[in-house]
C-alpha cells in the first residue's frame, strides 16, 4: 500500500519509515507535523495515513483536527491514529464521521509489530481497527442509557469486539461460540440500533459509533 506518515518524533518517524519498506509498502511521505500532512495528501493521495495526535506547533490536537479534514476532502483516503493519547471530543468526530477506513492504536498497547501491520492493512483495504481501550473510554464519556440499555451483556460483549474490527469468525473464536451465536447477537444489535435497514460493512462500525456520536 502507498502510506503517508505524520509523526514528529524523528526516531519513530523514520523507524517507521524503514519498517513498511521492509514490508513491502510504499511511504510516499512522512512529516512531523499537521500542516505539512495536508500538504502531502494534496499533493499525492495514498492508500492510508498514520498520524499521531499531538504534533507541532501546540502539542494538543493538531494530527486529530488534519485527520478530520482528509476524512473530508479525500474520504477515500484511510485514517490510522497511532498516539499515546485518546483525544476523545475530535476522536468522537473522526470515528462519527464516515465510518470506513478509520483506526485508533494507542502506541504503548501495540504489544507486536504484526497488531499494526494488520491494522495499517484493514484501516487501507476500507475496514476499522480500535484499540479495545480506545473504545473504553469512548463509550465511558456518554452517559446516555440508549441505545445501549437495550442490549444484553453478551450483545455489548460482542459489539465491544465488533467495534475493534473483529469478523464473526475471530469473534466466534474469541468468545468460544458458534459464529452462528454471533450473527445472531449481530442482527439483534442492527435491530436495537435501528440499523437493519442498512447495507454493507458499515454496519458493523456504525453500531457502536451510533451511540458515540449520540
Known sequence: MRVTLAEDSTLLREGLVRLLAEEGHEVVAAVGDGGALLAAVAADQPDVVVVDVRMPPTHTDEGLRAALQIRERWPGVGVLVLSQYV?????????????????????????????????LVRVGDGGAAFDPEVVRQLLARTTH?????????????????????????TIAEQLHVSQSAVEKHVNAIFDKLDLSHVTGYSRRVLAVLRYLGS
Do not use: C, W
Not at 101 to 108: N, P, R, S
Open 145 to 169: 442509557t440508549d441505545p445501549i440499555s437495550r442490549l444484553t451483556e453478551r450483545e455489548r460483549t460482542v459489539l465491544d469486539h465488533m467495534a475493534q474490527g473483529h469478523t464473526n469468525a
Open 87 to 119: 483525544e476523545k471530543r475530535y476522536a468522537v468526530d473522526l470515528l462519527t464521521g464516515q465510518p470506513e477506513g478509520v483506526g485508533y492504536l494507542l502506541k504503548d498497547r501495540v504489544a507486536q509489530v504484526g497488531e499494526f501491520l494488520d491494522a
